[in-house]
């Protein structure tokens, strides 16, 4: 089983649409008993909340439901437990990055690393933009999830998993 934990910064906006857009991916590829995502905050503001309607509303315009989901922070054991760590932007990298231990830095990267022909290198919180932000972060986690996948797929390959 392979890990993936997508991380923003209050676990509402960005990590869930990454964990709901994943998760349809790994479904439709029938790859979803081999792959398991979940999504964090490196803040505590949020904990336990759904995420936000604008953006449930974005994603099931899109058939990706995360309206089941609920805000958690990031804990310790996550960097031990999960294989790859995505932060949303910058800010959150070095957040994770700080509170990480040495060992597991490798598996810490941003999303956009998935997408290296965009010239974005982060997600904006689509928090104070209102429904187009979530459209335009949806747009560009779709992007992302091709590379994603394919990393998936390789490292499955690797470990002796039929993808």
């Known amino acids: 089983m392979i890990r993936v934990l997508f991380v923003c910064m209050g676990n509402i906006c960005r990590s869930p649409m ?6 349809r991916r790994l ?26 309607r604008r953006g449930v509303a ?3 315009r899109r058939g990706v439901e995360i309206g089941g989901q609920r805000a958690r922070p990031v804990r310790d054991g996550d960097f031990l437990e999960f ?4 932060a949303m932007d910058c800010d959150n990298e070095q957040k994770l990055r700080a509170i990480c231990p040495p ?15 965009l010239r974005e ?21 779709e ?7 394919d990393e998936l797929r390789d ?6 998993v039929v993808a």
Request: charged content about 30%; overall charge negative; aromatic content about 8%.
């Open 58 to 60: 974005a994603a099931q």
């Open 27 to 52: 479904r439709d590829e029938q790859l979803e008993d081999r792959v398991q995502v979940d999504s964090a905050g490196t803040h505590h503001y949020h904990t336990g909340e759904s995420p936000d």
């Open 83 to 86: 294989d790859l760590i995505l």
């Open 121 to 141: 290198r982060e997600i904006p919180d689509p928090y104070y933009v209102g429904g187009e932000g979530f459209e335009k972060v949806l747009d560009m986690l």
């Open 143 to 149: 992007l992302c999830m091709e590379e994603l996948m």
């Open 155 to 160: 490292r499955l390959d690797q470990r002796g």
């Open 103 to 117: 060992y597991y830095a490798d598996r810490v990267k941003l999303v956009m690393d998935f997408a290296p022909d």
């Open 18 to 23: 990454a964990q709901g857009v994943l998760e």
